[in-house]
């Protein structure tokens, strides 16, 4: 039962708040000591209210269950940049762009389906990319709350930022500073209901809901609701996935992106992820031994994810000089390296 053991540390951030410098320097150094290990850590007390993510996640559930033709009227451009609007499934496969930072002997190169739909924004003042929204008599409220929840899911963002510049005691804003422009995403996914036998198992379906990846950006807030099934890879034994498992509502996931894995010369890594069955969806067979049922329905899925990202024209460079590594370095700027990692999704 090791392959079920968690990894993923839960802190309060409450205590990021505390008028006790020591205290406050405490959490953040364990921020930094917990996104160290895998890549990802689970945070209560952020500060953004529970029932607000209660409204974000019914706002998706109400989005996703329209007509596909009302869906349709926001949709995703046919290609991979911007990511914005409406992608029907089978649109995106993250799969085909897996292979960044593949290790062969742990990873296989397979590209899977990803079995999911989504929606995507960005900032609504962006210069460079403008918002696809569902029209304001298909969803009124849609976009109202959207932009409400991206601004305050903006505010704990720099806050977090702040605190793991403080856990590596550097320059509080150094991070926050490199997030002004919000050229972020939010996303919406929906993995609709779907039969256990039709998700990869042992190679015969070439079906998931999402591939393993890192995602592109900083540092993801993620939402998930209480299905599961999201899994990380374990940092200390390659090729293993490890169940981030489901807790309140409003519990939220951080996890680190390919340009925090740069700017810390992996002192955080970009730590692998995916979306799959979850293990309570196995029954106990002979000898508690975990297995499938192929005639079992996994419920639809819903998760919220807020895809940080720096500035176009920020430097990918370590923070610190003395973290250079050649493994970890890029001389692109983040607007490029973005650009780089979306080509081929769609
Ligand atoms: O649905 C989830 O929990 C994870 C989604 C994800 O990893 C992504 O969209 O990058
Ligand atoms: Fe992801």
């Known amino acids: 039962m090791a392959q079920l053991e968690t990894l993923v540390e839960t802190l309060d951030f409450a205590t990021f708040h505390s008028l006790n410098s020591k205290i406050k320097t405490k959490f953040c150094e364990s921020l930094v000591t917990s996104l160290g290990k895998n890549g990802f850590v689970k945070l209560v007390n952020h500060g953004l209210p529970k029932d607000i993510v209660q409204e974000a996640f019914q706002i998706a559930n109400d989005f996703f269950h329209l007509p596909m033709e009302k869906k349709m009227l926001s949709p995703h451009p046919p290609s991979d940049v911007p990511h914005r609007g409406f992608s029907p499934m089978g649109m995106e496969n993250i799969g085909k762009v897996t292979n960044f930072g593949v290790d062969e002997t742990y990873h296989s190169k397979v590209a899977l389906k990803d079995m999911k739909e989504t929606y995507d924004m960005g900032y609504e003042h962006d210069p460079v990319y403008e918002n ?14 959207m932009q409400k929840f991206w601004e305050m899911c903006y505010v704990v963002q720099q806050e977090i930022f702040e605190a793991i510049a403080i856990g590596f005691h550097l320059n509080p804003a150094i991070l926050a500073d490199m997030h ?157 390296f973005q650009l780089s990692r979306s080509s081929g999704t769609y």
């Open 132 to 145: 696809i929204w569902p029209p304001i008599d298909v969803m009124p409220k849609f976009k109202p709350f």
């Open 180 to 336: 002004l422009d919000q050229v972020n995403e939010m996303r919406l996914t929906h993995y609709p209901e779907i039969k256990l036998a039709d998700l990869e198992s042992d190679g015969t379906s070439q079906k998931t809901r999402i591939s393993p990846h890192t995602d592109f950006g900083s540092i993801t807030l993620l939402f998930q609701d209480a299905v599961g099934g999201l899994e990380a890879e374990d940092q200390k034994v390659k090729g293993v996935f490890r169940p981030v498992e489901a807790g309140e509502i409003d519990e939220m996931i951080l996890n680190a992106g390919d340009c925090m894995q740069f700017w810390t010369g992996n002192r955080i890594p970009a730590a692998r992820h995916r979306v799959h069955a979850p293990p309570a969806k196995q029954a106990p067979g002979p000898d508690g031994v975990q297995v499938a049922d192929p005639n079992q329905v996994l419920p639809e899925r819903f998760s919220i994810a807020f895809f940080t990202t720096p500035d176009r024209n920020a430097s990918l460079q370590p923070l610190n000089p003395e973290w250079y590594s050649e493994k970890h370095s890029v001389t692109m700027t983040a607007g490029e």
